[in-house]
């Protein structure tokens, strides 16, 4: 049964912050993803200077990491923790401010400009205030969004790139009858349901 002991499980808000207080952070990978070196080509298509989405960012260094090549990197992450580590193990100057559409949520930008990062529910976010994506480098979003949200986060996906963006997306393959959850087990065909 593809993914019937996941499909009511549901991880809070809560439970994500409370991962970032305890240090919990295994799908936090301090080298980077393998898979985005092995396939930038595809997500950069020869072009360059594009905006570039992570959703459920995390501190990924993968952000850096693109934005040294010239990209402006937006991210979306619920824990202030994670955000302000992101900036201080990369030695980044920033600063913090309200965002006026968004009840209690923050954004962090670089001085630089290039890197900005959301502080809030990544369902607050909308074209409207994010604006459009070039690129999408979904990591380790859509395998940690609950079962029962994914309709809705890939909706908001869809309405925040632009048509000819390109969308890396990592899942990952085990029996979900094993093992209840995050990351969550999201089969292929799923996937090619969700996004058309």
């Known amino acids: 049964s593809d993914a019937g002991y996941q499909k009511d499980r549901v991880v809070t808000e809560e439970e994500w912050l409370r991962k970032w207080e305890m240090g919990n952070i295994g799908f936090h990978k301090e080298q980077g993803h393998p898979l985005l070196q092995k396939y930038l080509d ?17 501190k990924a260094v993968e952000m850096k990491w693109l934005a040294d090549m010239g990209h402006s990197v937006v991210g979306v992450e619920v824990s202030e923790q994670a955000v302000k580590e992101f900036f ?14 968004i009840s209690g949520a923050k954004i962090f930008q670089s001085t630089s400009g290039n890197i ?6 990544i369902y ?8 459009k994506f070039d690129g999408v480098w979904d990591r380790g979003a859509l395998v940690a969004v609950n079962p029962c949200d994914r309709q809705r986060y890939v909706s908001l996906m869809i309405s925040l790139v632009e048509k000819s963006s390109s969308y890396l997306l990592v899942t990952v393959l085990y029996d979900p009858n094993k093992h209840k959850g995050p990351p969550f087990y999201v089969p292929e065909s799923e996937i090619k349901s969700l996004f058309g």
Do not use: T
């Open 42 to 58: 595809v997500l950069l298509n020869g072009r360059s200077g594009l905006r570039i989405f992570f959703p459920l960012c995390g």
């Open 88 to 101: 201080s193990e990369h030695s980044l100057p920033y600063f913090e401010e309200p965002v006026p559409e």
């Open 116 to 121: 900005s990062l959301y502080c809030c529910s």
């Open 124 to 131: 607050d976010l909308s074209s409207s205030i994010v604006g």
